[in-house]
């Protein structure tokens, strides 16, 4: 019998062990990992009868919601230390003390809070309840308050030449608007009148009429216009209803001299907005669209202020979090806007690029595309119609041309020439007997030729270079042989990410796979392609006895320039340089027309056929880069097809180089 009650003790005690119910310690725990995750649906389910009287489960889901996604909450911790014991707990209460760590928009929010639990009995059965209130998202929110963020814009640096000439500026324009209650009778024809002054849509103005908060007697902003359109706004304080105002706006004083280079701002898109999610960007942000604006865009737009308050129902408010306004950098370039606005009017509206550098200290002194566009009307808002016809433009006034790659023609040969001296590959004396106009190997090359415009015989380095044989240096490059023509190019800088603030194409090698294709890369054909920064990099060893400079863009980044040094032996660079000193100087040089008397110039002109293959019309690029010891200037001009080829950059260069001198 003894043994028998023993049983039924110990399965008592199981039975007991199994219908234990939790502890408020352990209920609490359960609520607190729920609210780290941040499920706040299921969170609802531990709130006492009391707490779900006054809120219900989607009010509470939504107002958690809406508080964490409006104030960007972040790195959320709740912090419970369970007890070891039961002391805080009574027969039918308990009270725990929580903390909380949370990031926000306007920094780092932590509080403590007590929290309470009730017994109740809910469907037969015992269990403990969280006595919630709006104290427990933040301890000041009570019922009936609000949580309310202000924000206050910082100062976008601003960008300036080396001179501190300004090249993006924080100024003014004027916002156009209207106060609808004095359109009167003739709205629709005013609202027509408006629409062609300020090219918006009829649709565009009748939308922001409609909005709910306008009211008859309030000012309704429409357009934003330059303070330098004066014939406009004239036109438009004509109309009774129309009022103006000055606003703050980003100003380019140079406008399309310099809009690739600076680009513009405008207001943030909601696909900009999903992008830069957690970078801190907000709706309503004014951001770089492109240029140094965009890549630079986080350091200039500087950091909001931003204060999240406790709006309170009787009134007042509590400051739950603040975040100072930190004003955005300024940015000082190495560029000399007065050389930028030279060479962009040299260009003319021609389809084409130009740069400028200092070859000594690699300081990029101008960095020109043409055609351009205004970035003063870009950043206020171009029209639909304005937009469609730069797109639409054929010569691509927004294509930033200094940025790409194209095949660079004969300003390449200087580069064939390093490696192949370099490789001892050819020698400076080496004469080349070149009989003919047209040349191929052998009659494996079926019916292609490489082809030249002067006729010499025998052609040695100086000759070549002087008269921009062709031949020569395709024969140059298949006696380099494939892996150290590829070797030295990739010791220039192709194939590899140029390092430089302002994103640019990697220049290319391509595939080589034929001796024609080296052949042609040899005199800058086939599938070499560079950039005009680059092509200007790779020039500076003839001025710096071998040594590769880095080109610089920011004053602040001018420490060690030399970005290869000994690329080229100081001997074979003092000899490339003497013989582009004669491709200028010498009346037989193809860049002759550059020569300034009392003002030496060495450079290398360059021709580079567009096409698909040998035989077909195609399209040519005139380039030419020239310079001393002071300036480097180079320029590529599109379509220059029957127009003397080089020759048109020569002439530009030339005049420029002659204005400065």
Known sequence: MKKIIGILLIFAAILAGCSKEPTPQERFTEYIALWNQQKFDKMYVYLSTDAKQKISQKAFTN??????????????????????????????????????????????????????????????????????????????????????????????????????????????????????????????????????????????????????????????????????????????????????????????????????????????????????????????????????????DRELRGTSGVKVTIKKKAGGEEVLAEKPVVNGKQLKLTIDVNLQVKLFNELSGEAGSSAAMNPITGDMLALVSSPSFDPNQAALGYSSEEWKALQDNPQQPLTTRFKQAYAPGSVMKPITASIGLESKAITPEQSVAITSPKWQKDASWGGYFVTRVHESNPVNLEKALVFSDNIYFAQAALKIGKDTFVAGLKNFGFDSEFVYPFPLETSKIGTLGSEIALADSGYGQGQIQMSIVHLMAAYTPFVNGGNMIKPVLLMDDQKSQVLKPSLVSSGNAALISGILRKVVGDPSGTAHAADIPGYPLSGKTGTAEIKQKQGQTGTENGWFIAYNTNLMIAMMVENVQGRGGSQVPVTKVRDVFAQVK
């Open 63 to 296: 107002r958690y919601q809406k508080i964490y996604k409006d104030l960007q909450i972040t790195d959320l911790k709740i912090d419970f230390k369970k007890p070891k014991d039961n002391k805080q707990a009574k027969e039918d209460t308990a009270a725990y003390t929580f903390s909380a760590k949370m990031n926000s928009i306007a920094g780092e929010i932590q509080f403590s809070h007590q929290a309470h639990l009730k017994k109740e009995e809910k469907d037969k059965q015992t269990n403990w309840y969280v006595d919630w209130d709006s104290a427990f998202i933040f301890p000041k929110l009570m019922d009936g308050d609000t949580v309310g963020i202000t924000t206050t814009a910082p100062e976008r640096g601003e960008i300036f030449d080396r001179n501190g000439n300004g090249l993006a500026v924080n100024g003014q324009v004027y916002e156009v608007g209207v106060i609808p209650g004095k359109l009167g009778a003739q709205k629709d024809q005013m609202i027509q009148q408006l629409s062609t002054l300020l090219k918006l849509s009829p649709d565009q103005i009748n939308t922001a009429l409609g909005a709910s908060w306008v009211k008859p007697d309030l000012f309704v902003p429409l357009k934003k216009v330059s303070m330098q359109d004066s014939e406009l706004i004239a036109q438009l304080i004509k109309l009774e209803p129309v009022q103006t105002k000055k606003v703050g706006a980003r100003i380019y004083p140079y406008t399309e001299a310099a809009a690739h280079l600076i680009g513009y701002v405008g207001p943030i898109t909601a696909d900009e907005l999903a992008k830069l999610k957690g970078k801190g960007y907000m709706s309503n942000d004014i951001i770089g669209k492109r240029g140094l604006e965009q890549v630079y």
